[in-house]
């Protein structure tokens, strides 16, 4: 057996097998936050999106909001700066926990 | 009632490329759509399959190697119809690279004589590189482009070097920008000017196009905040899925999966506007096709059991022919749909 078939991804649907009611209110929610140009073009919804799929590392998204990138004019280059400012942040989360490192210290009287 | 709408679902013709998978027949028929011809108002000609590029995604499989040449005969015939059809306004010029062809600067002075608008499909770098077999220089272009008042359409697959190379091969970038910029020099793209310089995108890969406005917005900023250029209009084209473009589907193991977005992407809006109602393309042995792709696949108008040819061309027989489909015509129909001048809906 295997785990994250790409061809699973066109099975998106069969989620709502046992709740058509909530996976359609998912979609239309979905569809209306990232397919469609609002304040934001689709283009930066598409690099923000490429992101966040890093960051929770979905191969589908990854794959799809690649996809998504190109297909609304955005370049390799761009893409490749949308996934640094992900990583920046993750690093950066990890870091600024660091304080929470020093409060615990301090608490020990280790610092 | 339409032609079409009238056959019953076991009457849709056959696809005429043979992958009845993705026949466009059935999306006509699903959606109730005619598309017979309208009028002629563009001859189309393929000068030449010679090129001093080699382009990853060419429907022509045009290369520096290909000899296919229109003969001055042909050329004579065209410019025979052109003034005996007053119908046909505009003469566009493609290859390969046209400007290959011998005879390509006489039929552009001829054609303009006879008040046609002519449009060349002019890939920039022959400018700078000449002809790859003769070694002829090529830099006289932009000022014979100027003094015939002539349409630059031009492929510029990107702003930036990494996209454009990566399709059109290496330096084609650089060399594009230099060409860009005497064409600029002879007011093409400048406003008031009169003379049209425009631009061609189409996808490096496979994937759809951007939209062509907010494409052409950044084109527009971008190349003037680095290089100072100007230009008209930015053309967004599909590739079709043949050729060579096709072959490199097949290797990328991603044929079926564009060709069902291709199919899912079908807008009947687009499909209204297809550019084969309006015009007709000559091949450089004077055979006439539907379009380009239609020529390059060797889909021959037949006509009293023999190919429409530019030899027993007739205008009332091509406006009253029916086009004939295939599954490349998806290419077409996606989205905001595509042609040699951009979007149809």
Do not use: W
């Amino acid at each position: 057996m295997e785990y994250y078939d790409s061809k699973d991804l066109k099975r998106f649907n069969e989620v709502g097998t046992f709740s058509k009611d909530l996976m359609k209110k998912f979609f239309d929610y979905y569809n209306a936050a990232v397919g469609e140009d609002g304040a934001l073009s689709k283009r930066e919804k598409a690099l923000i999106a490429l992101a966040v799929s890093h960051v929770k590392q979905c191969p589908y998204c990854i794959d799809s909001y690649t996809t998504q990138c190109l297909e609304s004019g955005a370049d390799p280059e761009q893409m490749t700066e949308a996934i640094h400012v992900a990583a920046s942040l993750e690093a950066g989360i990890t870091l600024i926990h660091g304080i929470q490192m020093h409060n615990s210290l301090e608490r020990n009287g280790a610092l | 009632m339409s032609q079409v709408t009238v056959l019953k679902q076991k009457d849709v013709p056959l696809d005429r490329t043979h992958q009845e998978e993705y026949n466009f027949y059935k999306a006509l028929f699903e959606k109730e759509i005619d598309l017979p011809p309208t009028k002629i108002e563009t001859l189309q000609i393929n000068i030449t399959k010679l090129c001093n590029q080699t382009c990853l995604h060419c429907h022509v499989d045009a290369s520096p190697k290909r000899k296919e040449q229109m003969d001055l005969e042909s050329v004579n015939r065209c410019l025979e119809i052109l003034e005996a059809n007053s119908e046909i306004k505009n003469l566009d010029l493609t290859g390969g690279a046209p400007e290959l062809n011998p005879h390509f600067n006489y039929l552009v002075t001829e054609a303009r004589k006879l008040q046609k608008h002519v449009m060349v499909r002019h890939n920039l770098t022959v400018t700078i590189d000449g002809n790859p077999v003769t070694g002829e220089s090529k830099k006289y272009l932009p000022e014979f482009y100027a003094e015939n008042q002539v349409e630059v359409i031009s492929s510029l697959p990107y702003y930036q070097e990494y996209f454009t190379d990566k399709q059109r091969g290496k330096g084609v970038f650089e060399k594009s920008i230099d060409s860009i910029l005497l064409l600029n020099q002879q007011g093409f793209g400048k406003e008031g000017t009169g003379l049209e310089l425009n631009f061609v995108y189409n996808p490096v890969g496979a994937f759809l196009p951007a939209s062509q406005q907010s494409l052409e917005a950044d084109f527009k900023r971008e190349l003037h905040k680095k290089y100072e250029i100007e230009f008209n209009n930015l053309f967004v084209i599909t590739n079709m899925p043949i050729n060579r473009f096709k072959q490199q589907l097949k290797r990328l193991g991603a044929y079926d999966e564009y060709m069902t977005k291709l199919v899912n992407a079908f807008n009947p809006s687009a499909a209204e506007g297809v550019m084969c109602r309006s015009l007709i393309s000559v091949s450089h042995d004077g055979r006439i096709y539907d379009c380009d792709f239609n020529q390059m696949l060797e889909m021959d108008i037949i006509t009293d059991h023999e190919p429409m040819t530019i030899f027993n061309f007739d205008y009332g027989k091509l406006v009253n022919r029916k086009i004939m489909f295939g599954s490349h015509c998806y290419g077409c129909t996606a989205g905001s749909g595509s042609s040699c001048g951009g979007i149809t809906a």
